[in-house]
Structures are given as C-alpha cells and as structure tokens.
C-alpha cells in the first residue's frame, strides 16, 4: 500500500467567530491510499485548539510506513501499528493524522468490498436524522434573512451560546422560525446554577438539546446539571475518546463524537458501543472539512440521535464530489462503494 | 429472511466430569437463516449450570420473528431487536439463543460478501496461538497415555484445578511432557492466601496462566491475588458480557470470552475491544459444541492471547465439516466466505 498526503489550507465561505476568535482559512491536510490501483481518501482537519497543524500532522504522516502492509484488509494490525505510533512521544495525540489514516484504509476496504461503509457496518441508512446549520451572531437583519434563506434546507438550527447577544440571537430567530434549535455552550457558562437557569430559560424557547454547558473537566458541576437540566447535556470538549466515555458515565445524557477527536472511524464506532451500554444519547460533530471526513462521519449517522455534519457547506473549496448529501434536513447516505467519493481535479491535488 | 432451528443434542465421545456433575450428552440447537437461497448457520449449546435448556431456546427462538427483515447486512437493527426481545421478561438472558442467531447473520453476511468472517473483522489468521487441550482427571497411567496420544497434536494442556488430585494430575502429566499447561480453578479455591500458594506451586510447574481461582463475586479476593500472583489470572464466570469487562478492571489480568455467555461475535468483539482499551489480555473459550460455534468463536483467534476451542473435538456427533481446523497444536482459519461450514447431511437436520 501506498500513503500520499498533500495539505490543503480550506477556504471558508464567512469569516466564523467562536469565543472571541475569527478565522477565513482553516488548515487540512488530504491523504490518498492506493493499493493495486484502488485508492481510498482521507483527511485530516486541524482546528487551532486541538494542538495539531499542517507541520505535525505531515511529520507523523512521513512516519507512517505502510509498505510494510501488503493487505489493506488488516485493518486491527494496521490502524493497532498507526494509533501506537507515537507512543514513545512525550505527549501522544496525532489524533487528525490517525483519523486521516482509518478514513483512508476504510474507503479502500469499501471500495474493494463494492460496498458503501455504512452497510459493511450494518447499519440502516433511513435511520439518519436532520443535521444541525449553525446560525453566527450577527445584527438581527441578518439573522433573519439568513435563517430564512436556510429553513426550506435544513430541519435544525444549531446556535452558539455562553457569548454576549445569545438570548437576543434566538429571539431573533424565533421571530421567522419554529425550527428545533439545539445550542451549543461551548464550556461557555461559569457555573452550575447559572447554567441550569440559562438551560430553563432555552427550554421555553423550543431548544431540544446543549452542548458542553461547563468546563470540561468540572465532572462534579456536570453531573449536578445533568440530575436537574430538563434538556439533555451532551458533552464534546469534555470527551476525546472511548475512555472519556466510561468516565462520563452519569455526568451527561450523551457524547458528541468527532472522528478529528478519537482518531476516526473504528473509535468512533467503539465510542457509539460504550455510549449505548451506558444508556448516552450519541451526537455526530464535524470540524471544518471536505465531503470526505464529513462523508465518513455521515457513514455513522444512522446511530446518531443528533447530527451536526455540515462541515464541508462552510468552504468554498471542496475537493470531492459525491459522499453524504443533506437533502430535506436530513444527512442522506448514497450505496456507491467505500466513502463514494470523486476526487474533483483541480483542486484535489490526487 | 427465513430462520429454522432444530435441537440437536450432543454426544460426548468421552464421560465428562466437573465439579462432582458427569454428563455423556449436552444440550444443544442448530439454527439456520435463509435469505434468497443462501444460508448462514448458527447454534446454541446450553451447559447445564448457565440456565438454558433446549426448551428455553425454542421458546425464545419461535418468537423471533426475521421474515420482518428483508436486508440481513442490517445487523445493527436485527442484532438490537433479538437482543431486547426478553426485556420485558423477569430475568432478561437467553445468551445462548441470542448468540445462535447471531452466529447464523454473521455467516449469511460473509457468504453474501465472499469473504471470511475474520477478514471482514480486519484480523490477520497467522496472528492466532495454540489451542488447549482438556486433560481429565483419570489413574495415572490413563494420564500419561492420552497425554502421549495428544501431544504431537496440541501445544497446550489444560488441567481442572482446585479438585482432589489436582497436584498429582500435574506432576503425573510432568512425568512425560514438558507443554505449558494452562490450569482452570472453577471458583474451586475458597481463599486468596490459598489460591495464591497453589498459584506459586503450579508456577513452579510449567503453568502459565490460572483462570477463575475464586468465587465469581468475591472481586476484593481477586483484587488482592492479581496483584500478588505470579500467573495471570483470567476470569470466566465472573465475566459474562461487555459491562462485565469494566467492571472487572483491577480484578484480573484479563478475561474469558465465550459465545454462549454474551450472546454471540457483536458483543464478544466489544469485550475483546473493551479488555485492550483496560490493558488486559484475552482468552476465547467455548462449550461442547459443533464446529460451527467453535469455528464462529474462531474468527476472532487473532486476537487472543489464550484459546480453549476445543469444543467441537470432544463430541461424536458433529454436524458440519469445514471451518476452523487445529494444525500443529494452533488454531488454523480458513479463506471460504462466512464460516465456511458445509452441513453433514444426515446427521445435520438442515
């Protein structure tokens, strides 16, 4: 097998604000796999607060040695040889360079099965719920015009909150909108009292569900909100990877899985297994990225009680057609084989 | 999809004796699943002491109802539906069963994909070790003869400890051999102090692992001998599904995985998964049973640290050839689709 990468700054369609930081480009990198002509697509997306960049996601890419692997089917050895790659580091994360690895090694065992990935895991592809769009803060004019233009598009709206202007935001949009809104707090709130009054204040507004109301690691904040929130707590910065989740137990209603986070799609999907032993709700997030991880992402979605794919609508240069579409709101997967993905060339540099 | 299920008792080739109980016959029902001409086989053996019979199985099996499935690459929603299908009964189990419809998907799935359940699985066949095989207590001559007969054909001996005449089974299999034994206590020792002191003796002997040394439930015991003994110490009883793994953390070096006990290969693959993610090491084990649980058993091997699958090798009456094999002592996967079985027809009812 053969591994190429290329990075691939994305272009974002608006500027996007979150906590006080705006950004119009985000880094990614992309990776093909190619074994006896067949090549599986992956891709690495590098938000700033996640601690990687194009520089250490193409330092572990050039460790990564998969001519040592004549199968691609062996995917416990292979993805077992990437996750522990670097174990001998002082901190080992890499997290966005494994998930472009699993991505890729699954797109090509699904294409050489002729089977879309969703089906290999056996899942149902109508089961698929409505993805969130998220809606920045902006003047009310705006937002206006903005979830107008979006409603006929989509069946939620996600809002971020926990920043100046938030309950003016949704009173905006509740002036053009009954659309189920979820919000996301970002670890936003300073503490457990305050966040259960703003979540009472939410849940009058037809708000269904929020994000991370607290800082990550104050477990005890979280689980005294989550005995007494009348809407679900699902958490995301507080939840990495499948041990966060044993950990999490009775601090939340459920998790919000990223396949950038754990490292892709076999976390990913151990993570859905241990959210449901333990009785969690299961949400399905995105960074910023292509219709490739957001395609891999959507193969999960089946599973998922809420879906916030709408990574690749942000950029204006997508490098693949095909994959997951959003049609009605709801995430829609297609039966082409692997990820279903056509490289659009130019601009994807493979 | 077309599910058919028969009982089919066993019958030893050998009188078995455990804990003071002798058998010469063991329960036990063959299942198949038909969908558009192909079939997949399954099979539930019920050991006396897990509280399944062939009435129960029937009973639970008559109320699964697959003709309102039509796609069986949906093991998601099927799997779920057959594993929630006694909830609402006193005392939810019925592993055995569960596991038998189990076993069938996932051999339909692989023969309509043309491949073996272990690649499907990502695993590597050369990865899979030694099976044991079970040396009963007898005179010591009988002792040294079936050890002599088995032993160009097996690379490990298990030996039921915690009995009388548990020592001078060892030091008479000593006698004539030099294989590593693996040793089952069946919760047969009542002390951790005394465990541990045979645990020291039987390291002396060319032992290298101890499964279940004490009761099941006495988990502070089993916390205080694994930090103190020289083998690894396995649990079996203690252990029956995917919770059970976490909840053993620190109360063992690892776990014994059987079909039968967790209702098949989706919920032994999240166990298997579940011991890595704790660090601790994995045995596969079986009941008396054809060569198709043992060869669905088998599929997961490259995984194991320890395997005990030697199940279909102790009856007379198996129905299927093919499939798993033992060569040279190791566990031998095969490249036919699914489980690669063809039924022996008769005695097979199908």
Known sequence: MQLRYHPYPLQLQHTFTVSGCSRSQTPDVLIAITHQGVTGYGEASMPPYLGE???????????????????????????????????????????????????????????????????????????????????????????????????????????????????????????????????????????????????????????????QPLPKHDLEGLRWLTQRSPLPIILDESVQGPADVIRMKGCCHGINIKLMKCGGLAPARLMIQLARM???????????????????????????????????????????RGGMQVIDGRVTLQSAPGLGLTPLTPPNPF
């Open 53 to 211: 960049s194009i520089e250490s996601v193409c330092r572990f890419l050039s460790r990564v040695r998969l001519e040592a692997f004549d199968d691609p089917f062996r995917t416990d050895d292979i993805l077992s040889y990437v996750m522990h790659l670097d174990d001998d580091e002082a901190e080992a994360h890499n997290f966005a360079a494994k998930a472009a690895i699993d991505i890729a090694l699954h797109d090509l065992v699904g294409q050489l099965l002729g089977q879309p990935l969703w089906r290999l895991f056996g899942l149902s592809p109508e089961r698929c719920t409505y993805t969130t769009y998220t809606i920045g803060i902006d003047t009310p004019e705006v937002v206006r015009q903005k979830v107008r233009e979006v409603e006929g598009q989509f069946g939620r709206l996600k809002v971020k909150v926990g920043v100046p202007g938030d309950r003016q935001l949704i009173q905006t949009i509740r002036e053009v909108s009954d659309l189920p809104l979820t919000v996301d707090a970002n670890q936003g709130w300073t503490s457990p009292e305050m966040a259960l009054e703003q979540i009472e204040w939410l849940s009058g507004q037809g708000v269904i569900m929020v994000e």
């Open 278 to 320: 333990q009785g969690m709700q299961v949400m399905l997030g995105c960074m910023t990225e292509t219709s490739c991880a957001v395609t891999a992402a959507a193969q999960l979605a089946p599973c998922a009680d809420y879906l916030d794919l709408d990574g690749n609508l942000l950029i204006s240069n997508d490098a693949f």
